[in-house]
């Protein structure tokens, strides 16, 4: 897993220079602010105060989508119990939450649970806090970007796999991206795994962008905090106080887009580079695709699922699918 290259931070791979500074960061803040359309991969979002103010943000009265899929959760144990293979390994993808896991742990009585997390600090905290709430649950956690095939603990080699990928984190990446997640997820689980996935759905664009743009400017923070990060981490002047927090509905893609806008015209220098945007321009800083049950389904087939069972809260916001990686074909 490590190469020469990276070292142990605490326990996070992370490839920093002789400063310290993370090389993956600078380069993709780089990159992405001598493009045109200035943008910065999402995952930047998520330093330790962005992770924070996310966590804030799933409190939010506008921000339906967490309390949507714990209703589903809450709602339907039985149904995935009865869904899902008996005595299998749970494996989420990312750390997972406080809330959700143990509501799907309890519902199915997997035989394991293994989280899996490039953040070795988040993957301790949540598979201590899961141990305590279910004494006799295995849990062998795996510090791995999942982003690429993991191979699994020896120990769950031979139950079946469930993997569970709630949070609609799917949406955050490009049709592209996440059929790339999907099919490595496979290679992950194997070709008879089941998959539990969380899309959010298409809606009231009023509804959307009120998740994402909220009266107490909680996400405009947490928006913000990545320019903020950029200052504190890559000796950078970019001045916050001249960006603006916008989200945006793209119809077209069907997604909720996050911009930093300048205020004014601005100039800035990130790492030693000389950046400049004029009043209006924006950096792009993250994507949350929205889906409907067609394009939920066409993208899981592309990405090598067979969607079996589908479920949505009350208010027809969010939806869960259980998928299988066997391809039942209906065509020839
Ligand atoms: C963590 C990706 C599920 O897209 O809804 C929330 C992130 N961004 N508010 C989402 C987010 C702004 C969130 N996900």
Known sequence: ???????????????????????????????????????????????????????????????????????????????FAAAIAPGCAVVEFGSGSSVKTPLLLSAIAPAAYVPLDISGDF??????????????????????????????????????????????????????????????????????????????????????????DDAAGVTGEFNLNLARRINRELDATIPVDQLRHVALWNDDFARIEMHCEALDDIEFTVAGQQFAMAKGDTIHTENSHKFDR????????????TPMQRWTDSQGRFSLILAEASIVRSAP
């Open 294 to 305: 067609r394009s939920g389904n066409t993208l899981l087939l592309a990405g090598g699922w």
């Open 1 to 79: 897993m490590s190469t020469s290259s990276t070292a142990r931070q605490g326990l996070e791979l992370v490839d920093r220079d002789e400063s310290g500074v993370d090389r993956a960061f600078r380069a993709d803040v780089l990159k992405g602010l001598s493009q045109k359309q200035k943008a910065i991969p999402a995952r930047w979002l998520y330093d330790d105060a962005g992770s924070q103010l996310f966590e804030d943000i799933t409190k939010l009265p506008e921000y339906y989508p967490t309390r949507s899929e714990t209703e589903i959760l809450q709602d339907h144990g039985e149904e």
């Open 123 to 212: 993957l301790r905290a949540s598979a201590k806090q899961l141990s305590a709430k279910f004494p006799g649950l295995p849990v062998h956690p795996v510090e791995a970007d999942f982003m690429r095939k993991v191979s699994l603990p020896d120990q769950v080699t031979d139950l079946p796999k469930l993997g569970f990928f709630p949070g609609s984190t799917i949406g955050n990446m490009v049709a592209r991206t996440s059929v790339d997640l999907l099919r490595t997820m496979r290679d992950t689980l194997g070709d008879k795994a089941q998959l539990l996935i969380g899309m959010d759905l298409i809606k009231d664009a009023a509804v959307l962008t009120a998740a994402y």
